[in-house]
Nanobody, 119 residues
Framework: QVQLVESGGGLVQAGGSLRLSCEASGRTSSTYAMGWFRQAPGKEREFVAVVRWGSGVTSYADFVKGRFTISRDNTKTTVWLQMNSLKPEDTAVYYC????????????WGQGTQVSVSS
């Protein structure tokens, strides 16, 4: 199995920045992709960003393009989310997601880290 440890959440003012990190451990020899989702109170979990592990190709939700950047470190199986120009509507619990390339492997989720943006 895979274990995910997230960190970097906190409270910032609008316009500020945070950098989230997620390190995967365990059976990480066949990483396919890692990404970030978020969930605000009373709302469904939504996609934020993802990076393909082999190619490094990234994809972003429209509401974070130009503000957030996802990056990876293959040697550490670690993904970061640099969050700039934060808005109050970015307030949510941010979850790291791990997708394995192994056949029939389940998806893995981190426990989440709280990001709060004040106006």
């Amino acid at each position: 199995q895979v274990q995910l440890v997230e960190s970097g959440g906190g409270l910032v003012q609008a316009g500020g920045s945070l950098r989230l990190s997620c390190e995967a451990s365990g059976r990480t020899s066949s990483t396919y992709a890692m990404g970030w989702f978020r969930q605000a109170p009373g709302k469904e979990r939504e996609f934020v960003a993802v990076v393909r592990w082999g190619s490094g190709v990234t994809s972003y939700a429209d509401f974070v393009k130009g503000r957030f950047t996802i990056s990876r470190d293959n040697t550490k199986t670690t993904v970061w989310l640099q969050m700039n120009s934060l808005k109050p509507e970015d307030t949510a619990v941010y979850y790291c997601k791990y997708v394995s390339g192994r056949f029939n492997s389940p998806e893995y989720w981190g426990q989440g880290t709280q990001v709060s943006v004040s106006s």
